[in-house]
């Protein structure tokens, strides 16, 4: 079939069409409009399906102005569609009763698999939505592989196991409720400067998960969950696979701006980005926690040659919002390193927690945490394992592994802060760096328990200080040493400029300093 002024096949008018529509052949409509088209029918008891080639001008497969549609599109294994604005599109539509799923080939600028202005899609079922297991390319100037937007009610969720791949984004749902998840097994790339997959829904539930690839080659995000209005995410972020970013400052997985996150966010893959492995930032609610599990890696690595666009590296981070509630652990590898070679500051965390209402949960490391900041012309600093301006944090930080950075752990404030749990590095853990454990202005820390203050049965190794109390109001549980606490060029153990100290400070184990192995001093109440 060719048309050079219109459209290959069209079914238009109101009315009931009853029966399926298939090409096995060749459409082509390159210089008219569309290859198959539904426009303007009340109801379509039927589906659409293509094993053959088309070739059009306008949209490959055009549903549009249905008030029902009772079937599915399917391009199937062979089924090539080559359209010169999106390849198929679902369009103005009430409810679309079947699914979409390509595992042919599909070729749009615009979009290969589009999703707009529809009330109810898809089914409540496994590929019950849109599945993809072919190839699907969105090239020129904004493509976006799949695209959902303007959807009262998506079911099914998004399944890829093929290849996805767009100059923008290469899967994006923008709907006000989306049920069924999105699952990666395949490969998706967003080549362009935007995020592989962008989630900004109202309510999403099912979760995001990858065992493939996901490649952005912008400073973007692989999974980027963000809402700019009240939103709820259901479910977990899971990455067993490989996410891939390395322009600044590319993230792995973002969950920004969102009333609640009622999940998890799990790694047991590898997320290397130049930017941050798992941001948080400005939750309301957050009820679950972020692991990194045992195979997981997080390689964060910037050089840059100013402090611009970032100057902040990070593995986990967890910013601003008013309640975390599952805590952050770690038993992989987090690598963080940045260097700057001309000017501006340089700052990476393995693990930073800052600006949050209510932490709960603590934070574990039985893993390997590495941090790095280096500034040729300006200040420089790395953090294993940082907590700053929390109000109140629960839970403790508890290390078995291995922490290697500037400062190893950090819990700061402004002197208004309470810290509940205390910091144990456990034997076998080992903590080094130009400091080891510092607790500085905050209102409160530790507990009266046994614990409850800084115990160290492991190695705390330092050049300056190795575990470090000042401006603390009050400090409970006292300091217990059963390890190695060392420190050639400075103090040991340092508590100055405290209120209030209980607990008292114990030791079983090596204490050693250059200046002073224990110093006390400024401490109102002993």
Same mark, same amino acid.
């Given at each position: 079939?060719?048309?050079?002024?219109?459209?290959?096949?069209?079914?238009?008018?109101?009315?009931?069409?009853?029966?399926?529509?298939?090409?096995?052949?060749?459409?082509?409509?390159?210089?008219?409009?569309?290859?198959?088209?539904?426009?303007?029918?009340?109801?379509?008891?039927?589906?659409?399906?293509?094993?053959?080639?088309?070739?059009?001008?306008?949209?490959?497969?055009?549903?549009?102005?249905?008030?029902?549609?009772?079937?599915?599109?399917?391009?199937?294994?062979?089924?090539?569609?080559?359209?010169?604005?999106?390849?198929?599109?679902?369009?103005?539509?009430?409810?679309?009763?079947?699914?979409?799923?390509?595992?042919?080939?599909?070729?749009?600028?615009?979009?290969?698999?589009?999703?707009?202005?529809?009330?109810?899609?898809?089914?409540?079922?496994?590929? *019950?939505?849109?599945?993809?297991?072919?190839?699907?390319?969105?090239?020129? *100037?904004?493509?976006?592989?799949?695209?959902?937007?303007?959807?009262?009610?998506?079911?099914?969720?998004?399944?890829?196991?093929?290849?996805?791949?767009?100059?923008?984004?290469?899967?994006?749902?923008?709907?006000?409720?989306?049920?069924?998840?999105?699952?990666?097994?395949?490969?998706?790339?967003?080549?362009?400067?935007?995020?592989?997959?962008?989630?900004?829904?109202?309510?999403?539930?099912?979760?995001?998960? /990858?065992?493939?690839?996901?490649?952005?080659?912008?400073?973007?995000?692989?999974?980027?969950?963000?809402?700019?209005?009240?939103?709820?995410?259901?479910?977990?972020?899971?990455?067993?696979?490989?996410?891939?970013?390395?322009?600044?400052?590319?993230?792995?997985?973002?969950?920004?701006?969102?009333?609640?996150?009622?999940?998890?966010?799990?790694?047991?893959?590898?997320?290397?980005?130049?930017?941050?492995?798992?941001?948080?930032?400005?939750?309301?609610?957050?009820?679950?926690?972020?692991? /990194?599990?045992?195979?997981?890696?997080?390689?964060?690595?910037?050089?840059?040659?100013?402090?611009?666009?970032?100057?902040?590296?990070?593995?986990?981070?967890?910013?601003?919002?008013?309640?975390?509630?599952?805590?952050?652990?770690?038993?992989?590898?987090?690598?963080?390193?940045?260097?700057?070679?001309?000017?501006?500051?340089?700052?990476?965390?393995?693990?930073?927690?800052?600006?949050?209402?209510?932490?709960?949960? *603590?934070?574990?490391?039985?893993?390997?945490?590495?941090?790095?900041?280096?500034?040729?012309?300006?200040?420089?600093?790395?953090?294993?394992?940082?907590?700053?301006?929390?109000?109140?944090?629960?839970?403790?930080?508890? /290390?078995?592994?291995?922490?290697?950075?500037?400062?190893?752990?950090?819990?700061?404030?402004?002197?208004?802060?309470?810290?509940?749990?205390?910091?144990?590095?456990?034997?076998?853990?080992?903590?080094?760096?130009?400091?080891?454990?510092?607790?500085?202005?905050?209102?409160?820390?530790?507990?009266?328990?046994?614990?409850?203050?800084?115990?160290?049965?492991?190695?705390?190794?330092?050049?300056?200080?190795?575990?470090?109390?000042?401006?603390?109001?009050?400090?409970?549980?006292?300091?217990?040493?059963?390890?190695?606490?060392?420190?050639?060029?400075?103090?040991?153990?340092?508590?100055?400029?405290?209120?209030?100290?209980?607990?008292?400070?114990?030791?079983?184990?090596?204490?050693?300093?250059?200046?002073?192995?224990?110093?006390?001093?400024?401490?109102?109440?002993?």
């Amino acid at each position: 079939i060719t048309s050079t002024t219109a459209t290959g096949i069209r079914v238009s008018g109101p009315g009931i069409y009853v029966g399926n529509i298939t090409n096995s052949g060749t459409i082509d409509t390159s210089s008219g409009l569309y290859g198959i088209a539904i426009d303007g029918v009340s109801t379509f008891l039927g589906g659409i399906a293509n094993s053959g080639g088309i070739t059009s001008r306008a949209a490959g497969i055009y549903v549009n102005n249905v008030t029902s549609f009772g079937g599915g599109i399917v391009n199937s294994a062979g089924g090539v569609i080559n359209a010169n604005s999106t390849g198929i599109w679902v369009r103005n539509v009430q409810t679309f009763a079947g699914s979409v799923s390509n595992a042919g080939t599909i070729t749009g600028p615009k979009a290969g698999i589009r999703v707009s202005t529809v009330a109810v899609f898809g089914t409540n079922s496994p590929g *019950g939505g849109i599945v993809n297991s072919g190839t699907i390319s969105a090239g020129a *100037g904004s493509g976006i592989g799949i695209n959902v937007n303007g959807v009262q009610a998506f079911f099914g969720g998004i399944t890829n196991s093929g290849t996805i791949t767009a100059t923008r984004t290469a899967v994006n749902v923008s709907a006000a409720n989306f049920s069924g998840g999105i699952s990666n097994s395949g490969t998706i790339s967003a080549i362009g400067s935007s995020n592989a997959i962008s989630v900004n829904v109202s309510t999403f539930s099912g979760g995001i998960s /990858n065992s493939g690839t996901i490649s952005v080659a912008g400073a973007a995000a692989g999974i980027n969950v963000e809402s700019n209005s009240l939103a709820t995410f259901i479910g977990n972020i899971v990455n067993s696979g490989t996410i891939n970013g390395s322009i600044i400052p590319a993230t792995g997985i973002v969950a920004f701006g969102l009333t609640s996150f009622l999940g998890n966010i799990t790694n047991s893959g590898t997320i290397s980005t130049a930017g941050i492995g798992i941001l948080v930032g400005a939750v309301s609610t957050f009820t679950g926690g972020i692991t /990194n599990s045992a195979t997981g890696r997080l390689t964060q690595s910037a050089t840059l040659v100013s402090a611009s666009p970032t100057n902040i590296v990070a593995g986990i981070q967890v910013v601003n919002g008013s309640t975390f509630s599952g805590g952050v652990s770690n038993a992989g590898v987090i690598s963080a390193s940045v260097n700057i070679s001309g000017g501006g500051s340089a700052t990476a965390y393995g693990i930073s927690i800052s600006g949050v209402s209510n932490f709960a949960g *603590g934070i574990s490391n039985s893993g390997t945490i590495s941090a790095m900041a280096a500034s040729t012309a300006a200040f420089a600093r790395s953090t294993g394992i940082r907590v700053d301006g929390v109000a109140m944090f629960a839970g403790g930080i508890t /290390n078995s592994g291995s922490i290697s950075a500037h400062l190893g752990i950090r819990v700061t404030g402004v002197g208004t802060e309470t810290f509940q749990g205390g910091i144990v590095n456990l034997s076998g853990g080992t903590i080094s760096g130009s400091e080891g454990i510092l607790v500085i202005s905050i209102a409160q820390f530790g507990s009266t328990s046994a614990g409850g203050g800084i115990v160290n049965a492991g190695a705390i190794l330092s050049t300056q200080t190795a575990v470090h109390v000042d401006g603390v109001s009050l400090f409970a549980g006292g300091i217990s040493n059963a390890g190695t606490i060392s420190s050639p060029s400075g103090v040991g153990l340092n508590v100055r400029n405290t209120s209030t100290f209980l607990g008292g400070i114990t030791n079983t184990g090596r204490i050693t300093g250059g200046s002073a192995a224990i110093n006390v001093e400024s401490v109102s109440s002993f």
